[in-house]
């Protein structure tokens, strides 16, 4: 089993960043690919972000390309998400996942972990 914790969330003003971080316990893999989903009210759950198992490969939904960055640490066991240039759009709780793939992985039912969520709003 794999744990995964997020972290980094919280209440920032249109065009402001934030950074979340997502860390993994248990029985960690390396070669595990990772992800970014989000979850807005009365939405269902979407793709944000998602990074291979070695980091080399990235995808990103069209509303977040060039604002948001996913990169991943396999010696922390740790996968972070940069946002810039928040909107209130973005406002959600944000999920971080975990595959069984070496490739990127875009599709919620392929993820085989969750963490919890973290919540992050941003005001306009």
């Known amino acids: 089993q794999v744990q995964l914790v997020e972290s980094g969330g919280g209440l920032v003003e249109a065009g402001g960043s934030l950074r979340l971080s997502c860390a993994a316990s248990g029985r960690t893999l390396s070669t595990l690919a990772k992800g970014w989903f989000r979850q807005a009210p009365g939405k269902e759950r979407e793709f944000v972000a998602g990074?291979?198992?070695?980091?080399?490969?990235?995808s990103y939904t069209e509303s977040v390309k060039g604002r948001f960055t996913i990169s991943r640490d396999n010696a922390k066991n740790t996968v972070y998400l940069q946002m810039n240039s928040l909107k209130p759009e973005d406002t959600a709780v944000y999920y971080c996942?975990?595959?069984?793939?070496?490739?990127?992985?875009?599709?919620?039912?392929?993820?085989?972990?969750w963490g919890q969520g973290t919540q992050v709003t941003v005001s306009s």
């Open positions: 996942a975990a595959a069984h793939k070496l490739g990127v992985v875009r599709t919620f039912t392929e993820y085989d972990y």
């Open positions: 990074i291979s198992w070695s980091g080399a490969t990235t």
